[in-house]
C-alpha cells in the first residue's frame, strides 16, 4: 500500500483530517451543535458546484461559501428568534438545492460531476492539495487548541463568560469560521454527507472516558487520526469506499466505548447508579 505514492498522500491526508476535525467536534458537541458540520456540508456542495462550472477551483470557491454560510448560522443563533431555524433549513437544504441546480447549468462539453465531494474521493489527493489541507489544518489547531479554553468557557455559560470579559459574539464566530474551514477540508476525504461524522463521533467518544477538557481534545483528536488512518487502510483492502470505512470505524469505536462505559456502571465497585465526574476545563 505505501509503496504507491497516491496512497501515501491520502494517508496524509487522512492523518491531517483525522487531527482537525475532533478538536473541532468537541467544541460543538459541548454546544449541543452537533449536526451543524452537516448542514454546512450542504452549503459547501453550493459553492463546490460553482467553482466546477466556472471552472475555477472548487476548494476556494467552497471555503468561501462555507465561510458565509458559517456566519449567518452564528448571527442568526445570536438573535435566538423563534424563526432562526426555519431560516438556517432554508439556507442548508438551499444550499443543497442550489448546488445541484448549478451542476446542470454547466456549458456543454464541461464534465461535471460531485460524487467525489459528496462521498469524498481521498485516493485522488494531490501534492498540491495536501499543501492546502496542512495550511488549513494548522489554522484550525491553532484556533480549537490555542483558544481551547476560553472557547469551553463560552461554551458553558455565556453570560459567565460575557461578564468576565471575554468578546463572546467574536468567540463564537471565529468558531464558526473554523467549522467552516474543517468542512472544506474535510469534504475530500470524507465527502460532504460524512463530515459530521468524523466530528462528532470521536467527541462523543472522548466525553466517554475523559475526565476533563484537555483530555477530552487529546482523546478525540487520538481516535480521529487512528479510525482516519485505519479506515484508508481497511478501504484499501476491502475495496470499499474510504469515507465510508472511516466513519464506520468511528461508529464501532464509539458503540466499544459505551459497551465498557455501561459495563463499568455495573460492576460491584462502581454500581449501577454511579456516573463519571462532568468535564472539567483543565
Do not use: K
Not at 472522548?206 to 487520526?225: D, E, K, M, N, T
Amino acid at each position: 500500500m505505501l509503496s504507491y505514492e497516491f496512497m501515501r498522500l491520502a494517508l496524509a491526508a487522512a492523518v491531517l483530517v483525522g487531527l482537525t476535525a475532533p478538536t473541532v467536534g468537541v467544541h460543538l458537541v459541548q454546544r449541543r451543535l452537533s449536526l451543524i458540520g452537516d448542514g454546512l456540508g450542504h452549503v459547501a456542495l453550493l459553492g463546490v458546484a460553482v467553482g466546477l462550472v466556472t471552472r475555477s477551483a472548487p476548494v476556494l470557491t467552497a471555503l468561501l461559501a462555507t465561510v458565509a454560510g458559517a456566519v449567518a448560522v452564528e448571527v442568526l443563533r445570536a438573535r435566538r428568534s423563534a424563526s432562526a431555524d426555519v431560516a438556517l433549513a432554508i439556507m442548508f437544504y438551499g444550499g443543497l438545492a442550489g448546488g445541484v441546480v448549478v451542476v446542470t447549468r454547466a456549458p456543454a462539453g464541461i464534465p461535471v460531476t460531485l460524487d467525489g465531494y459528496l462521498f469524498g474521493a481521498l485516493t485522488t489527493t494531490t501534492r498540491g492539495d495536501l499543501v492546502l489541507f496542512a495550511v488549513l489544518a494548522a489554522v484550525v489547531l491553532a484556533v480549537t487548541i490555542g483558544s481551547g479554553r476560553s472557547l469551553f468557557t463560552v461554551a458553558l455559560d455565556e453570560e459567565h463568560a460575557r461578564a468576565s470579559g471575554l468578546p463572546v459574539l467574536q468567540l463564537n464566530l471565529l468558531l464558526a469560521v473554523v467549522t467552516a474551514v474543517t468542512v472544506t477540508l474535510s469534504m475530500r476525504v470524507l465527502g460532504l454527507l460524512l463530515i459530521s461524522g468524523l466530528m462528532v463521533l470521536p467527541a462523543g467518544c472522548a466525553q466517554l472516558v475523559a475526565h476533563s477538557f484537555r483530555s477530552s481534545l487529546v482523546i478525540a483528536a487520538l481516535i480521529g487520526v487512528t479510525v482516519s488512518v485505519g479506515g484508508t487502510a481497511v478501504s484499501w483492502y476491502a475495496d470499499t469506499p474510504s469515507g465510508g470505512t472511516i466513519v464506520l470505524m468511528a461508529v464501532a469505536a464509539y458503540a466499544v466505548l459505551s459497551i465498557g462505559r455501561l459495563a463499568r456502571r455495573g460492576s460491584p465497585r462502581h454500581g449501577p447508579g454511579v456516573v463519571p465526574s462532568p468535564v472539567r476545563v483543565g
